[in-house]
């Protein structure tokens, strides 16, 4: 039997959670509900495509708002600490490659990680590699791209 981890989450990502479950819950189900409302009054629903779209929209927002209350319920909230320049969850680390691309994450649990506003888990090949390291550290990382190698640069 496998040993169930608690969910991680900054509190950023705690926030964040809580406001994505309350815009669905008090903007995006009731619109949906109202415009099914809407096309049932207006008659006959069995073959209207867009109240089948809608009904589906309303199952993937009451899907996500239980993910979300089920996250949120399980998660341990990790205050950012002082590490003393070592790589822990929560940290913001500047790393730079052999080519000196420069680039900054910021280490969070897979619920919060979003590469695009640079956050990465710490399960993903680089975030797991950068746990426990420490400024000037060299880390090799094993992606499915390929070996690279990073320089730590600051940890905050």
């Excluded at 815009?23 to 949906?32: D, F, G």
């Excluded at 006959?44 to 996250?71: A, G, Q, T």
């Excluded at 320049?85 to 500047?94: A, E, I, L, Y």
């Excluded at 746990?131 to 090799?140: F, W």
């Amino acid at each position: 039997m496998a040993i169930q981890r608690r969910i991680q989450l900054t509190p950023d990502g705690k926030r964040e959670l809580e406001r994505e479950r309350d815009l669905l819950r008090e903007v995006k189900r009731p619109e949906q509900l109202a415009i099914i409302q809407e096309l049932s009054s207006e008659g006959d629903v069995s073959d209207n495509s867009e109240y089948e779209d809608v009904k589906e929209e309303l199952v993937i927002i009451e899907s996500r708002i239980r993910d979300i209350e089920n996250i949120l319920q399980d998660a341990e909230i990790v205050e950012a600490r002082d590490s003393g320049g070592v790589v822990s969850f929560g940290s913001t680390v500047t790393i730079v490659d052999g080519e000196q691309f420069e680039e900054v994450w910021t280490i969070v649990g897979p619920q919060e990680s979003n590469p695009r506003l640079g956050k990465i888990s710490n399960v993903s090949p680089v975030g797991a590699a950068l746990i426990g390291k420490r400024i000037g550290d060299n880390v090799r990382v094993e992606t499915p791209g390929g070996a690279t190698v990073f320089t730590i640069k600051d940890v905050t």
